[in-house]
T-cell receptor, first 117, second 119 residues
Framework: DTAVSQTPKYLVTQMGNDKSIKCEQNLGHDTMYWYKQDSKKFLKIMFSYNNKELIINETVPNRFSPKSPDKAHLNLHINSLELGDSAVYFC????????????????FGPGTRLTVT | AQKITQTQPGMFVQEKEAVTLDCTYDTSDPSYGLFWYKQPSSGEMIFLIYQGSYDQQNATEGRYSLNFQKARKSANLVISASQLGDSAMYFCAMREGPLNNTNAGKSTFGDGTTLTVKP
């Protein structure tokens, strides 16, 4: 009964290759995200989708393209991989929690460690 | 300017003692939300606690409490009775803007504080 799942957990590939990371959430949340965490642990948002529509697109190279086929899935495709793309990529989801104090905390997947050689 | 500042790269605390992790934020929006997340060495990110800018009381969740000082723009995390399992990296985050479908979850994260609990 995993809430947010990502595949693969580890991805080792060579420069110039194209790869995809898949994300699925079974929480019924409306919004999903991709984050990049670099080797210094800095966490930066890349994309956000709300009900399959792109709502956040931070300064990310065009080589990164998210795709949301439905509310429960948000995949990340990366073209022409570069050394600097090596990082841990986290998928997350959230919704507006109500009933008492409203909040919008995020639930993260386990991360995908991408290593580009 | 940094939206979220965590000035303590690393902190140590003795088991069973309390510890405060600092977080200051910068926003001109009157409506915002503040979060703390924990990242153990295993890598997953775990939500701990939330404070809304209009919430009258400081948030508490079990051993976690948030010392929210709005005028000082600080949202420090207090962990009481530290346990060895609390050793992890802790991130403060902020959502700017009201809680609606457009803003929900649009958070900026601080650089994190590594907490080590000593036995």
């Amino acid at each position: 009964d995993t809430a947010v799942s990502q595949t693969p957990k580890y991805l080792v590939t060579q420069m110039g290759n194209d790869k995809s990371i898949k994300c699925e959430q079974n929480l019924g949340h409306d919004t999903m995200y991709w984050y990049k965490q670099d080797s210094k642990k800095f966490l930066k948002i890349m994309f956000s989708y709300n009900n399959k529509e792109l709502i956040i697109n931070e300064t990310v190279p065009n080589r990164f393209s998210p795709k949301s086929p439905d509310k429960a899935h948000l995949n990340l495709h990366i073209n022409s991989l570069e050394l600097g793309d090596s990082a841990v990529y986290f998928c997350a989801s959230s919704h507006i929690r109500s009933g008492g104090i409203e909040a919008d905390e995020q639930y993260f997947g386990p991360g995908t460690r991408l290593t580009v050689t | 300017a940094q939206k979220i500042t965590q000035t303590q790269p690393g902190m140590f605390v003795q088991e069973k003692e309390a510890v405060t992790l600092d977080c200051t934020y910068d926003t001109s929006d009157p409506s915002y939300g503040l979060f703390w997340y924990k990242q153990p060495s295993s890598g997953e990110m775990i939500f701990l606690i939330y404070q809304g800018s209009y919430d009258q009381q400081n948030a508490t969740e079990g051993r976690y409490s948030l010392n929210f000082q709005k005028a000082r723009k600080s949202a420090n995390l207090v962990i009481s009775a530290s346990q060895l399992g609390d050793s992890a990296m802790y991130f403060c985050a902020m959502r700017e803007g009201p809680l609606n479908n457009t803003n929900a979850g649009k958070s900026t994260f601080g650089d994190g504080t590594t907490l080590t609990v000593k036995p």
